[in-house]
């Protein structure tokens, strides 16, 4: 026989936490708080099991349940001395749902049930309060009615609402209970106007309707909805908790009240948390009383601290408390009624709280020797360290959300609105913050979103150029703000009916990808001691390198500030924009000849070099990788005809010329044409030049500082093993002259981007010739998923919303798709080479749940963008113990 029915509280008691699966969270909370001791209402929950067969079966009950309902409740009778629809004194329940997980969208709670016109003076006679017991019965009726009815919560209201007028009262405490009488009368009425149905007087027919009801929420549209988002599986069911009822509303004696074991928002070790006397749980709720603190020390002259109020049921909460961290080892959020001085606990779980306060708490806790070090490595979500480490909206502060984007960069920011890179430079030096908006972003932008506060584009998806700029220089950026139209003729930016212009205020909040008209005022990060603490004993674990993408002094600087142990991934052609150096990159495209080409590149020579070397001397000796030049071309054409004219200035050549070439150079589809190595072939002299950079640098440095540096020249776009052939005979060949010319030596390593399926699928012949791979999964999730890097963002987030895909992909490495071609390019490789050096630079680098693959899968390293360094630090050492924790003792 199953058993479907397990009691809790009285003399049996059937369940412990770690039946979560079967009891749900509050069943088994409820069961583990009774076995320590702790004074829990006897009760009984029916499993998860019972929801499943329930749907199994046609919507059907197992034919036995009703008999282990029954043996259930009898025991509740038994602990309580009282019986179910007993009309002298009658035993009342509260009926609530429970689910592994907590699910807001199903039915949640109906109080006082058992009670009709018969039990209702008997629950005046035991309890010698008669208005108590009517406001009690009507209580049972509007809940009931509502959640198990469908009746709407207003009509109720109203009818309280009239009544209260009629009488005279403003307070529902004021109503007699003779009042309470006629109002319980109207309210069977209303029921029975609108359901067609009587209210049902049978305490037997009311629990098992309210049953039903919390076995039907199960599947309504509001928890499947919430399921699918919170990928929470429809087979786990959930659970019924059927409990005797304690009362806070019987007296000044009394109260029911929510806390947290410790500051939810800064992790203070203190009791935190709110109160109400005389009250029942929904009243904490509700929010028409002004409830009251629990600890004297944080009370306000004017509060009434439960301290003071109740003092010997707050002492006895104060040792619960003190208790249930002890035991769950966890901060705890804990309901609790008050009955005639005693406490009774209703629930406990583990508390949500914020990034400050998961910080502090996992340190503290560690430090009281509560949990291990491993364990408060992962009581800390990686994701969360973004709330610590840039600027947030003043919670307090109003806002109006005009639009939403893409969440593409965190951290909040406000300014006035300017419409191009010059005008955010103009506007920034005169001391302005600014927010650069566009309709998307190139490089050309580059030295305006650096001078502004945040960005702001309505096309581009997560890995589109904004958002990689942007998350690499910390800079907040909302992307693919589609419903936003901006017109950059007239200056304005339209979102619905408002319209702002250049100049007016914008504020974006890049956590959510929400933007806000008008100036929201921001507060910026601190830092405390427990983040480094954190960081060190995850530096202990984790056995993933993490590096970082960075090209200017001030990247790498924040993120050797961060912990970062390299540079994963240096863009080089984010170098050639400077306004000092765009012209000559500009004539090496533009000129048709060798030797002019050359001599536009020999002007771009010592820039490179002085890059690089500052580069080199930031990271110490630490690692770095260069990539040669990888965008298509396009991106550095003249587009404007003053533009044009300069180069053609420049070059001594007309512009008609010029523009013949630039239509020549135009491609339809840049991403996949002229660029990665397929320039380095083209172009070989660009190429040369590079790698005549990198070791001209590598050299000065060595020598300078006295620490080894090992350049790592990187070619990306390889698909073919003779790409990667031909181009490092190239870049060899260079090396070579140089320390001829120099008279010395270094070691350097040449290596490639893995980030077309061909390569990675090729990878064991592409190992032949590679000193190191790194995996460039933003360009390999474009190619394998055939998805636009910048244009996905007009579709992908109905895929993700709908169900299609479960994250977006190129912010999630898609595991089994592009994930396993990451696995087959590091098997592949490594059994070329066994030691093979591998890591990924694409920006999954960053992203937690990525991260874990990588671990699995074996990489050397991650690298990322300098303010995720402290996420991917943490995600590493989680992906380590996650792993330990699935490898069997
Ligand atoms: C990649 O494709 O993953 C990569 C890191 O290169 P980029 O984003 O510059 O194309
Ligand atoms: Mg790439």
Known sequence: MTKWVYSFGGSHNEGRAEMRNLLGGKGANLAEMAAIGLPVPPGFTITTEVCSAFYDNDRNYPADLKAQVDEALARVEAAMGLKFGDPSAPLLVSVRSGARVSMPGMMDTVLNLGLNEKTVEGLVKSSGDERFAWDSYRRFIQMYASVVMDVAHHRFEDILEDAKRALGVFD?????????????????????????????HEPQDQLWGAIGAVFGSWMNPRANTYRKLHDIPASWGTAVNV?????????????????????????????????????????????????QPMSALKATPEQSPMETVLPEAYQELCRVRELLEKHYRDMQDIEFTVQSNRLYMLQTRSGKRTAAAALKIAIDMAAEGLITKEEAIQRVPPASLDQLLHPTLDPKAERRQIARGLPASPGAATGIIAFSAEDVEDLAAKGEDVILVRIETSPEDVHGMHAARGVLTTRGGMTSHAAVVARGMGRVCVAGAGSIHVDYKAQTLTAGRETLKAGDWVTLDGGTGAVYSGKVPTIPPTLSGDFSTLMGWADSVRRLKVRTNAETPEDAETARRFGAEGIGLCRTEHMFFGPDRIGHVRQMIMSTEQDERARAIDALLPFQRDDFTQLFRIMAGLPVTVRLLDPPLHEFLPHGEHELEEVAKAMGKNVETLRARRSALSEANPMLGHRGCRLGISYPEIYNMQARAIIEAAIAVSKETGNAIVPEIMIPLVGVKTELERTRAAAEATVQAVFKEKGVTLEYLIGTMIELPRAAITAGQIAEVADFFSFGTNDLTQTTLGLSRDDAGSFLPHYVDTGLLPKDPFVSIDKEGVGGLVRLGAEGGRKTKPGLKLGVCGEHGGDPDSISFFESVGLDYVSCSPFRVPVARLAAAQAVLKQRQKQPV
């Open 172 to 200: 529902d405490t004021e109503i007699t209970a003779d009042a309470w009488r006629g109002i319980v009368k109207s309210y069977l009425n209303v029921v029975q106007k609108e359901t067609g149905r009587p209210f049902p």
């Open 243 to 291: 409990q005797s009822m304690v009362f806070g509303n019987m007296g000044n004696d009394c109260a029911t009240g929510v806390c947290f074991t410790r500051d939810p928002s800064t992790g203070e070790n203190i009791f935190y948390g709110e109160y109400l006397v005389n009250a029942q749980g929904e009243d904490v709720v509700a929010g028409i009383r002004t409830p």
